[in-house]
C-alpha cells in the first residue's frame, strides 16, 4: 500500500496552483515598453498641449488689455535704461494723460520723425494747453538729459520690465517661425484628438 502524507490535500492543492501560475515552456516574458512609450508620449503631449493653451491665454488677456487699458509692449534694443532695463527687455506699459506724469517715471514718448525713445522723466512743466506737459527725460545710462524737451498730451508710462525676451517675441515676428508654430500648434491639438484604437489596446 502506498502511504499518503497527511498533508496531501494541501500538496495536491499547492501543486495545482503551482501548474496555473508556472509560465509556459518556450514562452517568454510579455515586454511593457511599448505601453510605457505610450504613456511617456501622452504625458509629453499633455504637457505640450498645457504650455500652448497657457501661451493662447496670455495672447487672449494681452488682446484684452491692449483694447481696454491701452496697454502695450515695448522692446528695448540698446542699455540706455541700463541698469534699470537692460537690452533686451521687453516692458510693458500703458498710456496715461500727460497731466499724470511726475519726476522719476520711466515713459516712452513718440517721436513723429524717429523712433519712440523711453527714458527717465527728469522735469514736467505746463505745455500750450491744459492737458500738455514740457517734459524733459534722460537714460539712466546716460550722463546728460535728452538734446531737447518733449510736448506731449499722451505718453506711455512703464509697468514692469521682463529682461531677455525680446529677442524671442521678435523672432516671433517673422512669418516663417510663425508659420512653422502655427503648423506645429495644429498637429499637436490634431494628434491629441486623433480617436485611439481602444479595441487592440485591450486586446494587448
Given at each position: 500500500?502506498?502511504?499518503?502524507?497527511?498533508?496531501?490535500?494541501?500538496?495536491?492543492?499547492?501543486?495545482?496552483?503551482?501548474?496555473r501560475?508556472?509560465p509556459?515552456?518556450?514562452?517568454?516574458?510579455?515586454?511593457?515598453?511599448?505601453?510605457?512609450?505610450?504613456?511617456?508620449g501622452?504625458?509629453?503631449?499633455?504637457a505640450?498641449?498645457?504650455?500652448?493653451?497657457?501661451?493662447?491665454?496670455?495672447?487672449?488677456?494681452?488682446?484684452?488689455?491692449?483694447?481696454t487699458?491701452?496697454?502695450?509692449?515695448?522692446?528695448?534694443?540698446?542699455?540706455?535704461?541700463?541698469?534699470?532695463?537692460?537690452?533686451?527687455?521687453?516692458?510693458?506699459?500703458?498710456?496715461?494723460?500727460?497731466?499724470?506724469?511726475?519726476?522719476?517715471?520711466?515713459?516712452?514718448?513718440?517721436?513723429?520723425?524717429?523712433?519712440?525713445?523711453?527714458?527717465?522723466?527728469?522735469?514736467?512743466?505746463?505745455?500750450?494747453s491744459?492737458?500738455?506737459?514740457?517734459?524733459?527725460?534722460?537714460?539712466?545710462?546716460?550722463?546728460v538729459?535728452?538734446?531737447?524737451p518733449?510736448?506731449?498730451?499722451?505718453?506711455?508710462?512703464?509697468?514692469?520690465?521682463?529682461?531677455?525676451?525680446?529677442?524671442?517675441?521678435?523672432?516671433?515676428?517673422?512669418?516663417?517661425?510663425?508659420?512653422?508654430?502655427?503648423?506645429?500648434?495644429?498637429?499637436?491639438?490634431?494628434?491629441?484628438?486623433?480617436p485611439?484604437?481602444?479595441?487592440?489596446?485591450?486586446?494587448?
Open positions: 500500500m502506498r502511504a499518503v502524507p497527511p498533508d496531501g490535500r494541501a500538496a495536491s492543492s499547492a501543486t495545482r496552483r503551482e501548474r501560475t508556472a509556459a515552456r518556450g514562452s517568454e516574458p510579455v515586454s511593457r515598453s511599448p505601453r510605457q512609450g505610450a504613456r511617456v501622452g504625458a509629453v503631449g499633455e505640450l498641449l498645457w504650455v500652448a493653451a497657457a501661451a493662447g491665454l496670455v495672447c487672449i488677456i494681452l488682446v484684452i488689455l491692449a483694447v487699458a491701452n496697454i502695450t509692449l515695448i522692446m528695448f534694443r540698446t542699455g540706455s535704461m541700463s541698469p534699470t532695463i537692460s537690452a533686451g527687455s521687453v516692458a510693458v506699459v500703458q498710456e496715461v494723460a500727460a497731466a499724470e506724469i511726475d519726476v522719476g517715471d520711466v515713459v516712452t514718448v513718440d517721436r513723429p520723425d524717429d523712433l519712440p525713445v523711453t527714458h527717465r522723466v527728469t522735469s514736467v512743466d505746463d505745455g500750450a491744459d492737458d500738455a506737459r514740457v517734459i524733459t527725460m534722460r537714460g539712466d545710462a546716460n550722463d538729459d535728452d538734446p531737447y518733449y510736448e506731449v498730451t499722451t505718453v506711455r508710462i512703464v509697468l514692469f520690465a521682463v529682461p531677455g525676451i525680446a529677442p524671442v517675441i521678435a523672432a516671433m515676428s517673422n512669418p516663417l517661425i510663425l508659420g512653422g508654430i502655427t503648423i506645429a500648434a495644429t498637429l499637436l491639438v490634431v494628434w491629441a484628438f486623433w485611439r484604437d481602444r479595441g487592440r489596446g485591450e486586446a494587448a
